[in-house]
């Protein structure tokens, strides 16, 4: 018989697992008793969520309690626009920066007119030519304004955004309690309660491992390849709105410009880092929701941080986990449904980051070899073929990257169609190029007027201290 | 290189709309496009309800609505409304919009679900500003302000298809579309691809062109005929295949809504327009007789029928390629699903939208046609589940047919989706298709498919909060509902084709 949940456990350490406190402490009833168990001796490898947050990243800490004046007030985040690819695949930069739907004109999509006069894309993106010229604003809504089309994202520390979320999670109902895991036992195969090494036996209805990539909860991992990584903080340079990575044959190195330090993180094949901070396994567990047991963040996958879609997944899992939170002891169809979007959405996000590695004259390095070991899947390959057929853009159910990011990615990685819409033939070449010249003249004015990124920060703190009366 | 002569077969409300999307895409271009219809085959002369995608097609066509709505005679429409389905006695509208507004951002179904199941009586239409208004007789516009209850809804109309068809020939004809007259008897092919090269009409008229669109009704000359795509038979999930129509005079108010009332072996219509009803049964053969369905049918007519009955037979099902080698199929050649949601002109809408989209050149490449027919199969698959459910989300186990659907099974998607439903009230959704998250709601919660429990972020609210919340949407639907004005008295006003006294 299916009896209601009463409580939920959720354990680990990190920003996964204070992610999911703070969500389940202010969405769920009270009569759901919460206990956080921090659990020791876990390796600490939040920064391959990769220090950058999609848009959509606003209205989730907003409903974790965070908004934005708390976040730049109390923490080191800042505002970014997107990723700054330099030398791609040895001779690939570009920026792929986060854009509201591009403008339509006569009907025809603006990259269709880009398309047409093979114009580098980059010039007609806002956010891209802001963002290389170190500038940064708060898009405005109105909607003549060309910065009204950009969108931003976070670029964060982990651990302050952790640190935040633990002293704002202070909900009486939340039992906070540590412990080093020894064993989960199962009765009949089917409801899992926890053991600690002390002996405590911890009973309860519903299980959330946010433990990370080497939960010591559970096993199934079905594993990839495997990674290094190093983080490092240095002085602050100034003029950077955007995450910068750059590749080199054995991996890749980011770097993030927070409030007051820079953020490197390096990423690579084993051995090519010294005196790596982690190893890590790229994968997944295939069912990360089994009986009353989920897995969530690192402990349910593990992406390559080369795209916000590490951030993107953990915000979607804790979404999810909400909007399907068991509502009695059988939770099939809630572990079904969860696992199969979380899937979905996994298998989208690789299929985004995948596509960076497919590329003609490929480096021959040992890191691209090993990403390109497999071929590219079946999905893939559609949507590249629809775009370099006509610059037509294959969607899938639900996409975490939408049709804009695709549009930037391949343009950002050379793919040029074949054909343009064949609609734009009933323009001039003149009507078109003065379309995009205006809309390129617009970008560069108003680029002109945007501060650098780090005094807008500044300013804003500081209006926002005046305002808050801190 | 570029196609530069397009034939459409077909004159159909398929062809026209196909015509009147081509000419408007290359209005400014030497694109030719000829549309041939013979007279004496006809159209079908039934689809008169429509889905609220029909406005983005109609404004893209830069077409005036007023205009529009003269011309075709049309009537507004915020939804369908379903009787004995459920149950014999049971009624429920599905509305196109949504129920309630949201709180703390969790759908506004779930908290009624909840309160459900604390023995609130009230029925989730009561917070569904597009049913209300709908049940009252009443229509407006949606107020562009989004924090209003007057905007969560969109609508569709319910029009005369010859109408429809002859306002989009003038709309076609004046933007260059050349109309050919004939019965097309001769279809030649090139013996090397196999692509259609012409046809020739009975009186000798020969039309060339790069790309045939084939809007040639059930029989898909092109498509089917002469092609052999082949067709993907859904009949053991949809097996209704006959119908007969006929229209009758207006009466009554003029309500802004179809109706579907289920019968023992099928199902009947009623389409309100301006001038007149349009009714029909679809029915499954095996059942029923076309004697008695016609019987059936107008035994439960409202008004003096205006002409004869029009006989029609059908498969459930679709093209297997929708696109093959040189000809597209819209319209019933490219697959039929029986009319039960207004879908059709929706699914012809969204092949028109595609068929610009991957517009070919004259290659004809495979990765256009392969992108067309993934895109279209989606669409189609997901109007079929829709569809199905209306069958098996019901008691009834009067007649036969009733009990054929209770012991189908179901196809895997539709069978996840209702249990999602009936364990929690969680609506499986997804991003491409007819229907949205409340779409589902409104058939499983009117055919009494209702969860057994609710999800648990609606407990934010006390029980007290929950049941103030509810009452005041209750009311603020009731209360806008009353504002609003007559349907008739809308029409009137915004121009309709006669006058509408008498008509509520
Ligand atoms: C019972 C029933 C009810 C329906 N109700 C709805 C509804 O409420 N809402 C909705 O959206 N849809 C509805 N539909 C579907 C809708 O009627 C059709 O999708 C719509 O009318 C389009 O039809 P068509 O143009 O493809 O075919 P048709 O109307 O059959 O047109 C075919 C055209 O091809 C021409 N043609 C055929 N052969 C030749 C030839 N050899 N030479 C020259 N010309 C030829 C014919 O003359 C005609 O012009 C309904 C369908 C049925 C059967």
Redesign the interface.
């Known amino acids: 018989m299916s009896a209601p ?1 009463k409580s939920v456990l959720v354990c680990g350490s990190g920003l996964a697992y204070e992610m999911t406190l703070a969500a389940l402490s202010l ?3 009270g ?2 008793q919460i206990t956080a168990l921090q659990l020791g001796g876990l390796v600490n490898r939040d920064s391959f969520y990769g220090h950058l947050t999609a848009p959509s990243a606003y209205n989730f800490f907003l ?1 974790l309690g965070l908004d934005e004046p708390n976040l730049i007030l109390n923490s080191q985040t800042n505002f970014s626009f997107g990723t700054a690819y330099e030398s791609w695949a040895g001779h690939l930069n570009w920026t792929q920066c986060f854009h509201q739907p591009f403008p339509v004109w006569d ?1 025809i999509a603006m990259h269709q007119y880009a398309v047409h006069m093979k114009a580098p894309f980059s010039a007609f993106l806002i956010n891209s030519v802001a963002g290389l010229n170190g500038r940064f604003a708060h898009p405005p809504h109105d909607k003549n304004n060309p910065l009204s089309r950009a969108e931003y994202g976070y670029v964060f520390d982990p651990d302050d955004i952790t640190a935040l979320l633990r002293s704002a999670t202070t909900s009486a109902r939340l039992v906070r309690q540590s412990g080093v895991f020894s064993k989960l036992l199962s009765k009949n195969g089917t409801h899992y309660s926890l053991e600690l090494d002390d002996g405590t036996l911890i009973e309860t209805d519903f299980i959330v491992d946010c433990s990370g990539y080497d939960s010591p909860l559970s096993e199934n991992f079905e594993l990839g390849a495997t990674r290094i990584a190093k983080t490092n903080k240095e002085a602050v340079t100034p003029g950077i709105s955007l995450k910068h990575i750059k590749a080199n044959p054995m991996g890749w190195e980011s770097v993030v410009r927070l409030q007051r330090e820079n953020l490197h993180l390096s990423v690579g094949l084993e051995g090519s880092i010294s005196d790596p901070d982690y190893v890590v396994g790229i994968g997944r567990k295939l069912s990360p929701w089994k009986s009353n047991y989920l897995a969530l963040g690192h402990a349910a996958c593990v992406v390559e941080p080369l795209t916000p879609a590490p951030m993107m997944l953990l915000q979607r899992d804790i979404e999810r986990l ?4 068991p ?2 002891s059988d939770m099939t ?2 572990a ?2 969860y696992n199969r979007l979380s899937g979905n959405d996994l298998e989208h996000c690789q299929l985004f980051q995948r596509s960076m590695f497919e590329i003609k004259n490929a480096p021959k390095s040992a890191y691209w070899n090993q990403v390109t070991n497999t071929p590219a899947p079946k999905k893939l390959e ?1 949507k590249i ?2 775009f370099l ?2 610059g ?1 853009v ?2 899938y ?2 996409e975490p990257f939408h049709a804009e990011d695709w549009i930037i990615q391949h343009f950002g990685l050379g793919r040029q169609p074949e ?1 343009y819409d ?2 734009l ?2 323009l001039s070449e003149k009507q078109i190029s003065q379309r995009l010249g205006q809309l390129s003249a617009n970008i560069n004015s108003m680029v002109q007027k945007m501060p650098p990124g780090d005094r807008y920060v500044q300013n804003f703190r500081r209006y926002l201290e005046k305002k808050h009366g801190v | 290189m ?1 196609i530069n002569k397009i034939c459409i077969l077909g004159g159909g409300t398929a062809g026209w709309m196909t015509a009147a999307g081509l000419a408007r ?5 030497d694109m030719e496009i000829t549309l041939v219809e013979s007279e004496q085959i006809g159209t079908v002369g039934v689809g008169e309800a429509t889905l609220p995608h029909i406005r983005f097609f109609n404004n ?1 066509l830069g077409i005036d609505e007023a205009e529009f709505m003269r011309a075709t005679k049309a009537t507004f429409k915020l939804g369908i409304e379903f009787c004995d389905w459920g149950r014999v006695g049971d009624r429920y509208i599905h509305p196109f919009g949504d129920y309630g507004q949201a709180i ?2 969790v759908p506004f179904y779930h908290y009624w679900n909840k309160s459900r199941l604390y023995r609130n009586t009230s029925r989730l239409d009561d917070y569904s500003y597009p049913i209300i208004a709908a049940e009252m007789g009443r229509f407006r516009f949606p107020d562009k302000d989004h924090t209003k209850i007057e905007s969560t809804f969109g609508y569709a109309y319910q029009f005369d298809s010859s109408l429809y068809a002859r306002f989009l020939r003038s709309y076609g004809e004046d933007k260059g579309v050349t109309r050919i007259e004939g019965k097309v008897t001769d279809i030649q092919t090139d013996p090397e691809n196999g692509h259609i090269t012409s046809l020739r009409t009975e009186s000798g008229c020969v039309i060339n062109a790069e790309l045939f669109i084939d809007c040639s009704g059930f029989r898909g000359l092109l498509i089917e005929q002469t092609l052999k795509s082949g067709y993907e038979d859904w009949s053991k999930w949809l097996p209704c295949n006959r119908a007969i129509a006929i229209p009758t005079a207006s009466a009554g108010k003029l309500m802004p809504f179809t109706r579907a009332t289920a019968r023992k072996a099928g199902w009947q219509w009623r389409i309100p327009l301006q001038h007149r009803t349009g009714n029909g049964i679809v029915y499954w053969n095996e059942y029923i007789s076309d004697d008695e369905a016609r019987h059936v049918l107008t035994t439960h007519l409202d008004g003096e029928p205006l002409a004869d009955p029009n006989q029609l037979y059908f498969l459930t099902g679709k093209r297997n390629l929708f696109w093959n080698k040189n000809v597209v199929a819209i319209g019933l050649s490219a697959g039929f699903l029986e009319p039960l949601e207004s879908t059709s002109i929706y699914l012809i809408q969204e092949g028109i939208t595609a068929l610009l ?3 070919p ?1 004259n290659q004809f ?1 495979a ?2 046609a392969s ?1 067309y027919n ?1 895109k279209m199969d989606l669409y189609f698959e997901r109007v079929r589940d829709f569809l199905l459910l209306h069958y098996v989300a019901t008691e009834r186990d009067d007649s036969p047919m009733w009990n054929y659907f209770r012991n189908m099974k179901l196809p895997l998607s539709l069978e ?1 989706k209702i ?2 439903w009936q ?2 009230g ?1 609506i ?5 298709g007819a229907f949205l998250p409340p779409s589902w709601v409104a058939v499983m919660v009117g055919q009494r498919l209702l969860p057994l ?5 609606v ?2 609210l006390s029980q007290d909060e929950l049941t103030a919340q509810l009452e005041a949407m209750r009311l603020e639907v009731l209360s806008a509902a009353t504002d609003t004005t007559g349907h008739a008295a809308f029409l009137q006003s915004f121009g309709a084709a006669i006058p509408m006294d008498g008509k509520g």
Do not use: C, G, W
């Not at chain 1, 909400?322 to 939170?325: C, E, K, Q, R």
């Not at chain 2, 429990?453 to 972020?457: Q, T």
């Open positions: 949940i969405n769920l009833p009569d759901i409903s009907n909400l909007s399907l939170f509502v009695s169809v809630e079904k449904e559609r073929e629809q057929s006509r037509y294959t969607m159910d639900l054909r064949i609609y033939d009933q | 570029k895409k290359f209005e400014n271009t893209t703390n951002h989209e991957l517009f050149d490449r990765s256009d992108e993934a996840e249990k999602a364990t929690r969680h499986i959704e997804y991003e491409f429990r609710y999800d648990r972020r407990d934010l």
